[in-house]
Nanobody, 116 residues
Framework: QVRLAESGGGLVQPGGSLRLSCAAI????????LYWYRQALGKQRELVAS???????TYGDFVKGRFTISRDNAKKMVYLQMNNLDVEDTAVYFC??????????WGQGTQVTVSS
């Protein structure tokens, strides 16, 4: 059974940092592209960052060098290091693993709240 489980969310002050983790079970992890999305209340889900199976990186325009995505194929983990967080980064963050249109899996999300 495939499962993606996010962790590391929480409450942080503006300017602070968080590291999100996503553990994958039940997939051939190293062939998958890995993605972090987020969805703020009342807004559409948007791509935060991605890392391909060849370690090509992409980031949303709003990241502006503040976040870093990485993967550890041996541990079947994907990470999102978030620095200099802003209140606008408040959202539920989702992990996504995608290989084909049908092999496309999502975690349940982890809440990130940036507030003073």
């Amino acid at each position: 059974q495939v499962r993606l489980a996010e962790s590391g969310g929480g409450l942080v002050q503006p300017g602070g940092s968080l590291r999100l983790s996503c553990a994958a079970i039940g997939i051939s992890f190293d062939v998958y592209g890995l993605y972090w999305y987020r969805q703020a209340l009342g807004k559409q889900r948007e791509l935060v960052a991605s890392i391909s199976n060849s370690n090509k990186l992409t980031y949303g325009d709003f990241v502006k060098g503040r976040f870093t995505i990485s993967r550890d194929n041996a541990k079947k983990m994907v990470y999102l290091q978030m620095n200099n967080l802003d209140v606008e980064d408040t959202a539920v963050y989702f992990c996504n693993a995608r290989w084909t249109e049908s092999l496309n899996f999502w975690g349940q999300g982890t809440q990130v709240t940036v507030s003073s």
